[in-house]
Protein backbone atom coordinates (compact mmCIF):
# COMPACT_ATOMS: atom_id res chain seq x y z
CA UNK A 1 0.00 0.00 0.00
CA UNK A 2 2.51 2.41 1.29
CA UNK A 3 4.54 1.76 -2.21
CA UNK A 4 1.95 3.02 -4.18
CA UNK A 5 0.32 5.75 -2.18
CA UNK A 6 3.29 7.53 -0.51
CA UNK A 7 5.08 9.71 -3.63
CA UNK A 8 5.84 12.50 -1.36
CA UNK A 9 8.90 14.23 -2.45
CA UNK A 10 11.84 15.85 -0.54
CA UNK A 11 10.99 19.41 -1.00
CA UNK A 12 8.98 21.48 1.49
CA UNK A 13 7.71 24.81 1.01
CA UNK A 14 10.54 27.35 1.92
CA UNK A 15 8.03 29.46 3.53
CA UNK A 16 6.51 26.79 5.34
CA UNK A 17 9.90 25.93 6.82
CA UNK A 18 10.70 29.31 7.48
CA UNK A 19 7.50 30.00 9.38
CA UNK A 20 8.24 26.47 11.26
CA UNK A 21 11.79 27.57 12.11
CA UNK A 22 10.23 30.83 13.74
CA UNK A 23 8.15 28.80 15.70
CA UNK A 24 10.80 26.10 16.86
CA UNK A 25 12.79 29.24 18.41
CA UNK A 26 9.46 30.42 20.44
CA UNK A 27 9.40 26.70 21.59
CA UNK A 28 12.65 27.15 23.05
CA UNK A 29 12.17 30.01 24.84
CA UNK A 30 9.14 28.65 26.49
CA UNK A 31 11.03 25.11 27.99
CA UNK A 32 12.27 27.48 30.65
CA UNK A 33 8.46 27.44 31.86
CA UNK A 34 8.95 23.79 32.32
CA UNK A 35 11.20 22.17 35.28
CA UNK A 36 14.09 19.71 33.88
CA UNK A 37 12.21 16.78 34.71
CA UNK A 38 11.66 14.08 32.63
CA UNK A 39 8.04 14.26 34.59
CA UNK A 40 7.96 17.54 32.58
CA UNK A 41 7.91 15.72 29.36
CA UNK A 42 4.45 15.04 28.50
CA UNK A 43 3.53 18.29 29.32
CA UNK A 44 6.35 19.86 26.97
CA UNK A 45 5.26 17.57 24.12
CA UNK A 46 1.75 19.20 24.88
CA UNK A 47 2.97 22.89 24.68
CA UNK A 48 4.96 21.58 21.65
CA UNK A 49 2.18 20.33 19.97
CA UNK A 50 0.26 23.40 20.64
CA UNK A 51 2.18 25.58 19.49
CA UNK A 52 3.59 23.50 15.90
CA UNK A 53 0.22 21.35 15.29
CA UNK A 54 2.42 18.37 15.65
CA UNK A 55 5.86 16.99 16.81
CA UNK A 56 8.26 17.45 14.00
CA UNK A 57 11.68 15.52 14.53
CA UNK A 58 13.48 18.58 15.35
CA UNK A 59 11.19 19.46 18.01
CA UNK A 60 11.52 16.33 19.99
CA UNK A 61 14.99 16.56 19.63
CA UNK A 62 14.85 19.56 21.23
CA UNK A 63 12.96 18.12 23.81
CA UNK A 64 15.12 15.35 24.72
CA UNK A 65 18.22 18.15 24.48
CA UNK A 66 16.18 20.36 27.39
CA UNK A 67 15.45 16.85 29.44
CA UNK A 68 18.51 15.60 28.78
CA UNK A 69 16.94 12.59 28.16
CA UNK A 70 17.83 10.17 24.98
CA UNK A 71 15.95 11.13 21.65
CA UNK A 72 14.48 7.42 21.91
CA UNK A 73 12.95 7.65 24.97
CA UNK A 74 11.27 10.88 24.35
CA UNK A 75 10.07 9.07 20.89
CA UNK A 76 9.02 6.27 23.03
CA UNK A 77 6.23 8.16 25.53
CA UNK A 78 5.50 10.72 22.29
CA UNK A 79 4.11 7.47 20.41
CA UNK A 80 2.06 5.65 23.38
CA UNK A 81 -0.05 8.67 23.47
CA UNK A 82 -2.86 8.44 20.85
CA UNK A 83 -2.82 12.74 21.66
CA UNK A 84 0.57 13.37 19.63
CA UNK A 85 0.56 13.70 16.13
CA UNK A 86 3.58 13.59 14.10
CA UNK A 87 2.65 14.68 10.88
CA UNK A 88 1.39 18.36 10.35
CA UNK A 89 -2.32 18.68 9.43
CA UNK A 90 -2.94 19.96 6.29
CA UNK A 91 -4.68 22.83 5.93
CA UNK A 92 -7.44 20.80 4.00
CA UNK A 93 -8.02 17.47 6.52
CA UNK A 94 -9.46 14.32 4.43
CA UNK A 95 -11.24 11.84 6.70
CA UNK A 96 -12.45 8.93 5.17
CA UNK A 97 -14.92 6.81 7.40
CA UNK A 98 -14.28 3.16 7.72
CA UNK A 99 -16.89 2.54 10.40
CA UNK A 100 -19.07 -0.53 10.11
CA UNK A 101 -21.67 0.86 7.66
CA UNK A 102 -18.72 2.98 5.74
CA UNK A 103 -16.58 0.14 5.48
CA UNK A 104 -19.48 -2.27 3.78
CA UNK A 105 -20.15 0.17 1.63
CA UNK A 106 -16.64 0.29 0.27
CA UNK A 107 -14.66 3.25 2.04
CA UNK A 108 -11.56 1.15 1.98
CA UNK A 109 -12.01 2.24 -1.90
CA UNK A 110 -12.81 5.49 -0.88
CA UNK A 111 -9.84 5.58 0.60
CA UNK A 112 -7.58 4.09 -1.66
CA UNK A 113 -8.66 6.51 -3.91
CA UNK A 114 -8.07 9.21 -1.76
CA UNK A 115 -4.35 8.12 -1.54
CA UNK A 116 -3.95 7.33 -4.75
CA UNK A 117 -4.98 11.43 -6.16
CA UNK A 118 -3.04 13.01 -3.72
CA UNK A 119 0.13 10.67 -3.69
CA UNK A 120 -0.22 10.34 0.03
CA UNK A 121 -0.91 7.13 2.22
CA UNK A 122 -3.69 7.48 5.47
CA UNK A 123 -1.78 9.12 8.43
CA UNK A 124 0.75 11.40 6.02
CA UNK A 125 0.50 14.87 4.62
CA UNK A 126 1.17 16.47 1.26
CA UNK A 127 4.22 18.24 1.34
CA UNK A 128 2.65 21.14 0.35
CA UNK A 129 0.54 21.17 3.38
CA UNK A 130 -2.47 21.57 1.25
CA UNK A 131 -3.76 17.91 2.44
CA UNK A 132 -3.75 15.39 5.59
CA UNK A 133 -5.67 11.86 4.81
CA UNK A 134 -6.93 9.74 7.85
CA UNK A 135 -9.36 7.24 8.80
CA UNK A 136 -11.67 7.87 11.18
CA UNK A 137 -14.01 5.47 13.06
CA UNK A 138 -18.20 6.50 12.20
CA UNK A 139 -18.95 9.84 11.88
CA UNK A 140 -22.16 9.51 12.79
CA UNK A 141 -23.85 9.79 9.43
CA UNK A 142 -24.17 6.47 8.58
CA UNK A 143 -27.86 6.72 6.30
CA UNK A 144 -24.76 8.82 3.94
CA UNK A 145 -22.23 5.79 4.05
CA UNK A 146 -19.84 5.93 2.59
CA UNK A 147 -18.13 9.51 3.98
CA UNK A 148 -15.75 11.36 4.31
CA UNK A 149 -15.20 14.35 5.43
CA UNK A 150 -13.20 17.72 4.21
CA UNK A 151 -12.47 20.32 6.60
CA UNK A 152 -15.87 20.47 8.30
CA UNK A 153 -17.65 19.48 5.59
CA UNK A 154 -19.41 15.71 5.48
CA UNK A 155 -19.76 14.31 1.71
CA UNK A 156 -22.01 11.48 2.06
CA UNK A 157 -23.00 8.51 -0.92
CA UNK A 158 -19.24 9.02 -1.65
CA UNK A 159 -17.98 7.41 -4.94
CA UNK A 160 -14.30 6.77 -6.51
CA UNK A 161 -15.46 8.98 -8.92
CA UNK A 162 -16.34 11.89 -6.99
CA UNK A 163 -12.83 11.87 -5.41
CA UNK A 164 -11.12 13.80 -8.22
CA UNK A 165 -13.73 16.41 -8.12
CA UNK A 166 -13.72 17.17 -4.42
CA UNK A 167 -9.85 17.73 -4.48
CA UNK A 168 -9.95 19.72 -7.96
CA UNK A 169 -12.69 21.64 -6.52
CA UNK A 170 -10.00 22.86 -3.67
CA UNK A 171 -7.49 23.40 -6.24
CA UNK A 172 -9.76 25.72 -7.83
CA UNK A 173 -10.66 27.72 -5.16
CA UNK A 174 -7.16 28.33 -4.23
CA UNK A 175 -6.51 29.81 -6.74
CA UNK A 176 -9.23 32.17 -7.27
CA UNK A 177 -8.19 33.33 -4.14
CA UNK A 178 -4.64 34.14 -5.13
CA UNK A 179 -6.01 35.64 -7.88
CA UNK A 180 -8.12 37.82 -5.79
CA UNK A 181 -5.60 38.65 -3.86
CA UNK A 182 -2.65 39.14 -6.58
CA UNK A 183 -6.23 41.75 -7.87
CA UNK A 184 -6.69 43.27 -4.39
CA UNK A 185 -2.99 44.03 -3.82
CA UNK A 186 -1.99 45.19 -7.42
CA UNK A 187 -5.58 47.61 -6.85
CA UNK A 188 -3.44 49.00 -3.71
CA UNK A 189 -0.22 49.78 -5.47
S1 LIG B 1 -19.93 4.27 9.79
FE1 LIG B 1 -19.38 5.93 8.55
S2 LIG B 1 -20.69 7.47 9.25
FE2 LIG B 1 -21.20 5.82 10.52
Redo the contacts with the bound molecule.
Keep these: MKAVCSQKGWKVDQEILKEERAILKQIARKFTNFEKKRQGLIPILQMVQAELSYLSPEALNMVAGYLEISKSEVYGVATFYNQFRFQPPGKHPVKV???????VRA?DIILENFERKLKICEGETSDDREFSLERV??????A????AVIGETVHGHMAPSKVEGLILRIAIEKEMQAREKQKNESGQS
Excluded: F
Aim: charged share 0%.
Design positions: CLGTACHGACVGCCLAPV
